[in-house]
């Protein structure tokens, strides 16, 4: 049974820092699958934070990663495939990231912010960002 679990999240104040992980369990190559970071907050529709590519593609390629508007210069995603984890770094936390973050994998190369396309879900990490 393939399996994301995501943990980091917490309570931090605005400017603050939390790194996110998703690791994968059952994936015999999730090195071969496209990652996504969504959030929802109360209310508001789920929305992509940010991707990383299979490693199918190269990590040079423009495609390998992406970031919402929200979150460029901010959030940075890597992964660790011996690990089959999957990081979501972020830096310089405002009140408008306080959501519910998910991460999703989808057995394609070119990772992408269509929530539909995604195969597996995690159950979810609340990241609270308030003084």
């Known amino acids: 049974q393939l399996q994301l679990v995501e943990s980091g999240g917490g309570l931090v104040q605005p400017g603050g820092s939390l790194r996110l992980s998703c690791v994968g369990s059952g994936f015999t190559f999730m090195d071969h699958f496209a990652i996504g970071w969504f959030r929802q907050a109360p209310g508001k529709e789920r929305e992509g934070v940010s991707c990383?590519?299979?490693?199918?593609?190269?990590?040079?390629?423009?495609?390998?990663?992406k970031y919402a508007e929200s979150a460029e210069g901010r959030f940075t995603i890597s992964r660790d495939n011996a690990k089959k984890t999957v990081y979501l770094q972020m830096n310089s936390l405002k009140p408008e990231d306080t959501a519910v973050y998910y991460c999703?994998?989808?057995?394609?190369?070119?990772?992408?912010?269509?929530?539909?396309?995604?195969?597996?879900w995690g159950q979810g990490t609340q990241v609270t960002v308030s003084s």
């Open positions: 990383i590519s299979s490693s199918d593609i190269s990590s040079s390629d423009s495609s390998y990663t």
């Open positions: 999703a994998a989808e057995g394609a190369p070119i990772c992408h912010f269509s929530d539909y396309a995604y195969d597996y």
